[in-house]
């Protein structure tokens, strides 16, 4: 029953900045990883940036110093920051969250339903 929603998504120049939100929704549960990956046309789905429970993130070296990834625990949301946006940039964005619903004894990955980010020259 947890629901996963994205935004933030849409088009912009070469060297803007965009934010993309995730939240999760729908019951009483624990998050522990979060992610945002992404999936230009004719590629494979890729990992950009990754955030532990502890707030340890890790990111693909082609975003690296460009895009940082951070949670609110509160609110059950991941964000990702992105600046210096440049055209191999273009994908659809994917927010992953691991979730453990309340007495629950496993983790299953969530995702979010995919936001299009597109870069212009």
């Known amino acids: 029953q947890v629901q996963v929603v994205e935004s933030g998504g849409g088009s912009v120049q070469a060297g803007g900045s965009l934010r993309l939100s995730c939240a999760a929704f729908?019951?009483?549960?624990?998050?522990?990883?979060m992610g945002w990956y992404r999936q230009a046309p004719g590629k494979e789905r890729e990992l950009v940036a990754a955030?532990?429970?502890?707030?340890?993130?890790n990111y693909a070296e082609s975003v690296k110093g460009r895009f940082t990834i951070s949670r609110d625990n509160a609110k059950n949301t991941v964000y990702l920051q992105m600046n210096s946006l440049k055209p191999e940039d273009t994908a659809v964005y994917y927010c992953?969250?691991?979730?453990?619903?309340?007495?629950?004894?496993?983790?299953?990955?969530?995702w979010g339903q995919g936001t299009q980010v597109t870069v212009s020259s």
């Open positions: 992953m969250l691991n979730v453990r619903v309340l007495l629950g004894s496993t983790w299953s990955p969530r």
């Open positions: 955030i532990t429970s502890s707030g340890s993130t």
């Open positions: 729908g019951g009483v549960f624990s998050i522990n990883t």
